[in-house]
């Protein structure tokens, strides 16, 4: 037996495996994204296009998906925020980061995934990504020959700028 990918903490087969396999449905919008998170790293594509909201699976490349999928090294899916998605909402966002190496390149896919709830079932709809944020230095930069800030007396280079 092993952890759920989702992050859960929970075991697989307690977890999102059933979600996987048909036996149950997710009751939010959030166990809909770690469950779509965890089948992407068992290669689960058939549920995958079936969590998709049908009017949003024509451009659905399964064959594409399976191909990234089983090269990606998955490290991790970060819940960042959810708002709605319920058990009794019928439309629900979930800001997400999966973490993952892809032929060997760390890469984190930061998106905010809109579910909607039909028939007693949530799908996602659709993803937007997350710009990153740009970095704005606001103190003075250190080069590398200043004095290094924390005091020591050694150049910044070789000290906390190692």
């Not at 989702?6 to 809909?32: D, H, M, V």
């Not at 800030?149 to 700028?161: H, L, M």
Request: aromatic share 10%.
């Amino acid at each position: 037996m092993s952890l759920c990918p989702c992050g859960s903490k929970i075991e697989y087969e307690n977890c999102c495996e059933p979600l996987i396999k048909g036996a149950r449905f997710p009751e939010t919008a959030e166990q809909a994204m770690r469950s779509r998170y965890s089948a992407y790293v068992k290669a689960e594509l058939t549920y995958l296009l079936d969590s998709t909201h049908p009017n949003q699976r024509n451009d659905y490349d399964i064959k594409g998906t399976r191909r990234w999928a089983e090269k990606s090294e998955w490290d991790g899916l970060q819940i960042v925020s959810v708002d709605k998605g319920g058990a009794e909402d019928p439309k629900g966002e979930v800001e997400f980061i999966a973490h993952y190496r892809y032929k060997g390149k760390r890469t984190a896919h930061h998106e905010r995934a809109e579910f909607v709830k039909e028939d007693g079932r949530w799908y996602f709809y659709q993803g937007k990504m997350v710009p990153q944020k740009q970095v704005v230095r606001t103190d003075e930069k250190v080069g590398r020959n200043d004095p290094c800030t924390c005091g020591s007396g050694a150049k910044y280079k070789k000290c906390c700028g190692k």
